[in-house]
Antibody, heavy 124, light 112 residues
Framework: QLQLQESGSGLVKPSQTLSLTCAVS??????????WSWIRQPPGKGLEWIGY???????YYNPSFRSRVTILVDRAKNQFSLKLRSVTAADTAVYYC????????????????WGPGTLVTVSS | QSVLTQPPSVSGAPGQRVTISCTGS?????????VHWYQQLPGTAPKLLIY???NRPSGVPDRFSGSKSGTSASLAITGLQAEDEADYYC????????????FGGGTKLTVL
């Protein structure tokens, strides 16, 4: 049973960088057919895809975030990370990491597994 | 403004049938990309409910079903139960922007 767990700072000051890590257990982040994604949900609002990364390191980002987001993978630690620069109050949200299926051997192009989410508040 | 359009809310009495629509365009649902549905219970992470337009993951009751036609998709829930009260999101892929995953704005289901 694959498990994902987000961790990182719950409070970030405006203009600083939000940093989160997603630890993957019960499976390898290097498994073919999957990519690893970040999704966020502002309080009381809907889901917003941020981007995903393949174990090879290839990344795809939502154009809305592309200029200030970086997603990296650490195969040795079986985890991946999110950095979002120059944050404002509008970046306050619950941030989820999720496994995104990209092959026909799983529910293709869907988010099959999710972490519980972590609330990040941007405030001085 | 979400790329995929869902009604903000729907409601139904226990035992009834409700449907939730998800309307896209020629660059996502209409282009043939699959639609997936997620159920988000209060205070929890979303859970995959329907994938590939019509398929249920193991453990999802057959009261939940999905369909797709043209530029729209629908989620139907029959035999409504109190525990179905949740937010529901559709998701697809949009070819207008590389790698773009798109979500609907979400629909709040209230069981009366």
């Amino acid at each position: 049973q694959l498990q994902l767990q987000e961790s990182g700072s719950g409070l970030v000051k405006p203009s600083q960088t939000l940093s989160l890590t997603c630890a993957v257990s019960g499976g390898s982040i290097s498994s073919g057919g999957y990519s690893w994604s970040w999704i966020r949900q502002p309080p009381g609002k809907g889901l917003e895809w941020i981007g995903y990364i393949y174990h090879s390191g290839s990344t795809y980002y939502n154009p809305s975030f592309r200029s200030r987001v970086t997603i990296l993978v650490d195969r040795a630690k079986n985890q991946f990370s999110l950095k979002l620069r120059s944050v404002t109050a509008a970046d306050t949200a619950v941030y989820y990491c999720a496994r995104y299926c990209t092959s026909s051997s799983c529910p293709r192009y869907s988010f099959e597994d999710w972490g519980p989410g972590t609330l990040v508040t941007v405030s001085s | 403004q979400s790329v995929l359009t869902q009604p903000p809310s729907v409601s139904g009495a226990p035992g009834q049938r409700v449907t939730i629509s998800c309307t896209g365009s020629s660059s996502n649902i209409g282009a043939g990309y699959d639609v997936h549905w997620y159920q988000q219970l209060p205070g929890t992470a979303p859970k995959l409910l329907i994938y590939g337009n019509i398929n249920r993951p193991s453990g999802v009751p057959d009261r939940f079903s999905g369909s797709k036609s043209g530029t729209s998709a629908s989620l139907a829930i029959t035999g409504l139960q109190a525990e179905d009260e949740a937010d529901y999101y559709c998701q697809s892929y949009d070819s207008s922007l590389s790698g773009s995953v798109v979500f609907g704005g979400g629909t709040k289901l209230t069981v009366l």
